[in-house]
């Protein structure tokens, strides 16, 4: 009892602790925007701390709140990005930001008629769908772009994480198909892929019992573009930009569908040189360098990406009630990042040092994909469906660093630690093979009642190597790998 009392004290007491953010989305019209994403953030770093989901009234509510400063970013298809301003939430004060107004972005293409029984966004039992097909918020935009835009949907790129209503640990698919890749470089993808190529995405809290049973978040599946019209026909979408360098995607989809036999084929390219540049001051317990010390730093960097994605596929119906299908999906690529970063520490009894250093990254990766599966639709509303993949994804990067340590002398500082190594490299392979085989059944009893039964088997082999090298006087003072 007293375990449970002492319990109850520290939890009201934490609780009181704790703040809480609140308000009200609209748009320009003050009807509610519903499927909305609420994210709290540190106006310091933009760094991410909670976020929620706006409901279907428009309200939204993020709890468990230290004291601090922070501001709301409201994302939301079809709407601008919204960013409140500055606010300070105190200990235990719950702090309502009141009516938050959305601009909507635009209108639908001209040429696509969009009919209401099926909206941008569509509320289902696994969770929420949205259309993004022949929508205006894909041009020009990549894969990445439209998902950060989606409901409950939030992308931290500076710690690789995607989660869905708050949670990390979601899956992520193509096409009913887990994307076996690190985070980082699955958003690497997302982020090289046009979103011209993408018909919808599915955000399932609940997924149905066909998809894996794993992970704790739900599942993200990306469905990309299948053209069922007769005849040939085909797009092609041209983008270019200019902001700080230059950055263009272009992509090719064409289709030849004959009613039995159905053969598509696309192909997109992104490329994206940017620029980041970052100063920073401060102070520190630095004891490598000798105590408290205070400090200036810049940092300058180039980054350049260009990835290429294409697909051949085929579906055949040999009769009405079977459909064979495969299909070949390759994505590939590359980026390389010049850096140069320097500063000064003011340490106390030492003389000022100096930091310099250039970086030189380059870093490619390749995935592909065959697929080869067989419906069949058995008599009294029965199917079965075999499904079988076999992925290859491979990775290289290779880093090198110049850099120099040195005193107001310019004499070199710090030990003879391969900390202070003037000239690093590093390097990273990693090839991933698997091979998947499904099978799966269905039987509809009446309009309530179904069975969902399958059965799954996947083999994998994972080969990876790494090193980083430390040179002196030229010479490689690294261990055999």
């Not at 992104?270 to 730093?297: C, K, T």
């Not at 009893?445 to 994998?460: D, H, I, R």
Request: hydrophobic content about 35%; overall charge neutral; charged content about 15%.
């Amino acid at each position: 009892m007293r375990v449970f009392i002492i319990g109850v004290l520290y939890l009201l007491i934490a609780s009181c602790a704790f703040g809480q953010v609140s308000g009200r989305v609209v748009d320009t019209t003050s009807k509610p925007v519903p499927f909305a994403t609420a994210t709290l953030m540190r106006p310091a770093d933009s760094a991410i701390v909670n976020s929620a989901a706006v409901t279907d009234t428009g309200t939204f509510r993020i709890g468990g709140v230290l004291p601090g400063k922070y501001f709301v970013r409201i994302t939301a298809v079809g709407y601008q990005p919204y960013r409140s301003k500055v606010f300070v939430v105190s200990q235990g004060q719950q702090t309502n930001l009141g009516r938050l107004v959305m601009e909507q972005t635009g209108r639908q293409l001209s040429e696509v008629v969009i009919r209401g029984d099926k909206p941008q966004v569509q509320q289902t039992a696994e969770g929420v769908t949205v259309n993004v097909q022949n929508s205006i918020m894909t041009q020009g935009s990549s894969v990445l772009d439209v998902l950060q835009r989606s409901p409950g949907v939030i992308v931290d790129q500076h710690n690789n994480t995607i989660s869905l209503n708050g949670k990390t640990g979601v899956l992520v698919m193509m096409d009913g198909r887990l994307m076996r890749m690190s985070m980082d470089q699955l958003i690497t993808l997302l982020n090289s892929m046009s979103a011209d190529n993408i018909a919808q995405i599915e955000l399932m809290n609940t997924p149905p019992a066909k998809y894996d049973a794993e992970g704790n978040a739900g599942i993200i599946n990306i469905v990309t573009k299948k053209n069922k019209k007769r005849g040939t026909n085909g797009s092609v979408t041209l983008t270019a930009g200019y902001g700080m360098y230059e950055k263009a995607s272009a992509a090719v989809n064409i289709n030849h569908n004959t009613g039995k036999v159905n053969l598509y084929g696309s192909w997109s390219y992104w490329h994206d040189h940017d620029y980041g540049h970052l100063n920073a001051i401060g102070s520190e317990d630095a004891q490598i360098l000798g105590g408290q010390s205070d400090f200036s730093y810049t940092g300058i960097s180039r980054p350049i990406s260009n990835y290429n994605d294409c697909t051949l596929g085929a579906d055949i119906k040999p009769d009405t009630g079977t459909t064979i299908g495969a299909s070949v999906n390759y994505w590939g690529g590359g980026n390389t990042n010049l850096a140069h970063n320097y500063g000064y520490y003011l340490v106390e009894d030492v003389s000022t040092l100096s930091y310099n250093s250039l970086f030189n990254n380059s870093a490619h990766a390749g995935d592909g994909i065959a697929n080869l599966y067989i419906d069949k639709n058995i008599a009294g509303q029965q199917a079965i469906h075999a499904d079988f993949d076999y992925l290859n994804y491979k990775t290289q990067s290779l880093s090198n660093s110049q850099s120099s340590f040195t005193n107001s002398q310019g004499n070199p500082a710090g030990s003879t630690d391969s900390l202070f190594s003037p000239t690093q490299r590093d390097f990273g392979n990693t090839l991933i093979q698997v091979f998947i085989g499904k099978l799966d059944y269905s039987k509809q009893f009446n309009k309530k009642t179904k069975l969902e039964a399958g059965a799954k088997v996947t083999y994998s082999r994972t080969n990876a190597s790494s090193g980083i090298e430390n040179f002196e006087n030229g010479v490689c003072g690294c261990p055999t790998w």
